[in-house]
């Protein structure tokens, strides 16, 4: 047991005695089960505790659970999938479902981005994207082009690529010498030019010109892809500048390079679009997307590529296989009849439209937080906004942050914390009392932090 505290009876699987054995990811595991937040019950925009209080889902879950908590048709497909198609393999064999989901994917992916590759999250797509790039490259005869650019905060997952390409050093230094060949555009945050603006900030499109010197530096015959998330979502919520993402688009087809968008956490509704490739008016060549497809009810993630990139694998002698890369549950049934029922429930409740629609009242009740204790910047988007905090010793601290997440968890609300930001993100079914009830528990709490 080594010192977790049990919570109820034995033999109560949701409510365990003993809290050693699982080995939580991203969590101080010690702290964590010396108080251990637990959540048993989900519904619509709650979880609740196994005492039934409710917490109000700021989060989406990890930015995943769009449609919202135990929708019917969704337990419903996914029950039914179940019970008639429980697995079959994607190499050599495959099913028909696979193909449906892959055509509605495809459908709402902009341009010519009309082929899926399934995997199973977002860091599985994040490399697979990568190994994609260069493998393309190989079929044009440019073999030696392998080097990837990402960007400073970048998130892209835990799998070696991702977190090459990424840009937070804790995820990455103690992990050896990672993909060679890999480097970094600037972030694109700036507070002393960008604080407290709505929506995408009017200062920064510049930044992307530095592709043009990391060109200089390696040539770009060496360069495959770029990768970027439109909106760095987990280094703490940073809309792209006005323009960044149109004068990237501009250099990448300077010099041919592929240009990949990280779609995991923006893919789905997020910002108002199924793709914020959409919102930006820029076609990537290359979209990964995860965590939205399935409203998190079941592990999916995948990759969408422009015709020309599929094509190119298309062409040689037809016995030979074009991509050797793949995964045990690439477009696993119950993944697959949980992505059609989700895309299902986006569609039939006009749940993009509809965060279009909520996008103003969301950031004015988001600016309400403006002039509380601490609070050095708001920056919102589509249904994402954040609150950053004064990291100052003198004010919030590492001690403060993790008062905050207490409270937050003792207000019956959850979002998260990262870094010195509150970032929230809540199921696109969010109503305006609720969006009120959000934003007056995160008042609340930073007011009692302080
Ligand atoms: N890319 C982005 C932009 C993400 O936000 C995340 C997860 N937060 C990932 C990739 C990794 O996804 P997963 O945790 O499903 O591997």
């Not at 060549?285 to 995860?290: C, L, Q």
């Not at 890369?325 to 993009?352: I, K, M, Q, W």
């Amino acid at each position: 047991m080594s010192g977790a505290r049990g919570l109820t009876a034995a033999n109560d699987v949701s409510a365990p005695n003993d809290l050693s054995a699982w080995w939580l990811p991203f969590t101080a595991n010690r702290a964590f089960k010396a108080r251990p937040r637990i959540i048993t019950r989900a519904k619509d925009m709650h979880y609740y505790t196994p005492e039934g209080k409710p917490i109000i889902d700021g989060s989406a879950g990890l930015w995943c659970v769009n449609a919202g908590h135990n929708r019917d048709s969704i337990v419903s497909a996914i029950q039914a999938q179940a019970a008639e198609l429980d697995f079959a393999p994607a190499f050599q064999f495959a099913h028909g479902i696979g193909f449906t989901v892959a055509s509605r994917i495809a459908e709402l992916a902009p341009g010519d981005l009309d082929h899926v590759f399934f995997c199973n999250s977002g860091s599985e797509a994040a490399d697979t994207a990568i190994k994609i790039a260069m493998a393309y490259w190989h079929t044009q005869g440019q073999g030696q082009r392998t080097r990837v650019i990402g960007r400073e905060r970048g998130y892209h997952g835990v799998g070696f690529g991702g977190i090459s390409v990424g840009g937070i050093s804790a995820n990455r230094k103690v992990f050896g010498t990672l993909l060679s060949g890999v480097d970094h555009l600037p972030h694109t945050y700036n507070r002393a030019e960008q604080a407290f603006s709505r929506g995408e900030p009017e200062w920064g499109a510049h930044l992307a010109d530095d592709l043009e010197r990391i060109v200089a530096l390696h040539d770009a015959s060496t360069i495959a892809a770029v990768i970027v998330e439109p909106m760095a979502g987990s280094t703490g919520v940073l809309p792209p500048p006005k323009g960044y993402l149109k004068r990237l688009r501009q250099i990448c087809d300077k010099f041919g390079i592929l240009l990949i968008f990280d779609e995991v956490i923006t893919g789905f509704g997020r910002t108002g679009f199924a793709f914020a490739a959409e919102r930006y008016g820029v076609v990537p060549d290359i979209i990964t997307f995860a965590k939205g497809v399935t409203s998190g009810t079941v592990p999916m993630g995948g990759v969408i590529v422009r015709k020309h990139i599929h094509d190119a694998f298309m062409t040689g002698p037809e016995h030979i296989i074009e991509l050797f890369h793949g995964y045990t549950y690439s477009g696993h049934p119950l993944a697959c009849a949980a992505a059609l029922a989700t895309l299902d429930v986006y569609r039939d409740e006009n749940l993009f439209e509809r965060t279009r629609q909520l996008e103003d009242k969301w950031a004015d009740a988001f600016f309400t937080l403006k002039g509380l204790p601490n609070v050095i910047d708001i920056r919102t988007l589509g249904l994402v906004g954040a609150v950053e905090l004064s990291s100052r010793p003198d004010a919030v601290g590492k001690r403060g942050f993790e008062a905050m997440e207490r409270g937050f968890h003792e207000h019956g609300i959850m979002v998260r914390t990262t870094g010195d930001t509150i970032a929230v993100s809540p199921p696109l079914i969010v109503t305006e009392d609720q969006i009120g009830e959000i934003v007056d528990k995160i008042a609340t709490t930073i007011r009692a932090v302080a």
